[in-house]
């Protein structure tokens, strides 16, 4: 009988007593419960292998393949490599990732669903874990916005774009990933997606704006959208809505990407090795009506 303990915050949970190398239709149903309702959820303790998390990852949905990303797993293009690790001088992973307050995947047409991040080896120093991931719950951030901001944002579209945090790690960051393609650019254009989600799974409804993707608010002059993005920006990073993640060794780590923003705090030194292991799960396009 799997094992749900809420975190106490805002949103989060962890999920013990399950092997995912022994899962049944019953177990994936309380993991997938638990991820509706508590917005991101840790498994506890899992030892598998890359065909278990591929496999396990498809039960949620399509996976997404990360063409801008030079990390992915030499077997399975939709895992990522996240890691500080070298191998020969050379990275085996993308050292950087999510280090700004985003949803996965919301510059896509079909947004992000969910997230799945596998930690193979944690950063440690004076018996400490480094590398927190910080999550935000959009659900209580939507219902404590003031009525006449749920008025004004209602109805309306936003603008995401995948160069705009990704250009922002290079620019003010100090990344050293290199800078995007015309190509890459090309084929991620801009798209856009309600302000106000309904969740396409459990009907609930979320403030969809991150920090990360979002660019513009449409119908809107610039500088107004400018002004009502940086309010909104603010609301739903403040603390009353924040999970502070602190990983432990093996933990499958899940999170939804329509109910919740995050991210990577870093803080760790190159020789603290980080190294994971992502898939991202896409919306099924019938549910985005
Ligand atoms: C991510 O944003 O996918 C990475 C989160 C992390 O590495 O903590």
């Known amino acids: 009988m799997v094992t749900v303990t809420p975190s106490g915050a805002a949103l989060g949970a962890r999920v013990s007593d399950l092997d995912l190398n022994r899962l049944d239709d019953a177990m994936f149903a309380a993991v997938e419960a638990a991820l509706h309702r508590h917005g991101v959820i840790a498994l506890s303790d899992q030892h598998i292998d890359e065909d278990v998390l591929v496999a396990f990852s498809r039960r949620f949905g399509k996976l997404e393949i990360n063409v801008t990303s030079a ?40 947004p992000g669903r969910a997230s799945i991040l596998y930690a193979l080896e944690v950063p440690v120093r004076d018996g400490q874990v480094l590398g927190d991931t910080l999550f935000a719950d959009m659900r209580v951030a939507y219902k404590a916005l003031p009525d006449d901001v749920k008025q004004r944002i209602e109805g309306r579209l936003a603008v995401h774009d995948f160069a705009k945090f990704y250009d922002d790690m290079i620019k003010n960051k100090g990344s050293k990933r290199p800078p995007l393609t015309d190509t890459q650019r090309a084929a991620r254009p801009p798209v856009q997606h309600p302000l106000v989600m309904r969740h396409p799974y459990t009907g609930d409804t979320c403030l969809y704006a991150d920090p990360g993707y979002t660019t513009r608010i449409l119908g809107l002059p610039e500088a107004e959208s400018d002004q009502l993005l940086e309010f909104l920006f603010a609301h739903e990073t403040r603390d009353a809505f924040i999970y502070r993640h602190k990983w432990r060794l093996h933990d499958i780590l899940i999170w939804d990407n329509c109910s919740t923003i995050h991210m990577a705090t870093g803080g760790y030194r190159p020789d603290e090795p980080r190294h994971m292991m992502r898939t991202q799960v896409q919306v099924d396009a019938a549910r985005m009506q």
């Open 71 to 110: 990390f992915q797993h030499p077997k399975h293009p939709e895992l990522l490599i996240l890691s500080n690790r070298t191998r020969d001088g050379k990275a085996v992973g993308l050292a950087d990732a999510g280090q700004g307050w985003h949803a996965d995947n919301s510059y896509n047409r079909l």
